[in-house]
């Protein structure tokens, strides 16, 4: 089992920049390819983008360029710095930690962080 507490969300103009933070206690952080997801007022959750433990990311189109992943090993955080934020980025930000044991998929989440972004 593994436990995120995600923080960094906020109110932000257009074209400004947070950077969401996710701490991971529990099981060995090394085991879990970490991602962040997004739920917008109405709307389907969605991905964001994720990282693996060696570095390897993958982004939703929608935030390529604009959004990047980082982990931290040590500290057992990852992160994701969002510049050039849109009004479209609103939404609850959900840290994610995705464990495959035997090719069976266990995704633990976080209580979700708040980003809006004022046009």
């Known amino acids: 089992q593994v436990q995120l507490v995600e923080s960094g969300g906020g109110l932000v103009q257009a074209g400004g920049s947070l950077r969401l933070s996710c701490a991971a206690s529990g099981r060995t952080f090394s085991r879990y390819i970490m991602g962040w997801f997004r739920r917008a007022p109405g709307k389907e959750r969605e991905f964001v983008a994720r990282i693996s433990w060696s570095g390897t990311t993958y982004y939703a189109d929608s935030v390529k360029g604009r959004f990047t992943i980082s982990r931290d090993n040590a500290k057992n955080t990852v992160y994701l710095q969002m510049n050039s934020l849109k009004p479209e980025d609103t939404a609850v930000y959900y840290c994610?930690?995705?464990?495959?044991?035997?090719?069976?998929?266990?995704?633990?989440w976080g209580q979700g962080t708040q980003v809006t972004v004022s046009s």
């Open positions: 994610n930690a995705a464990e495959t044991v035997q090719a069976v998929v266990t995704n633990y």
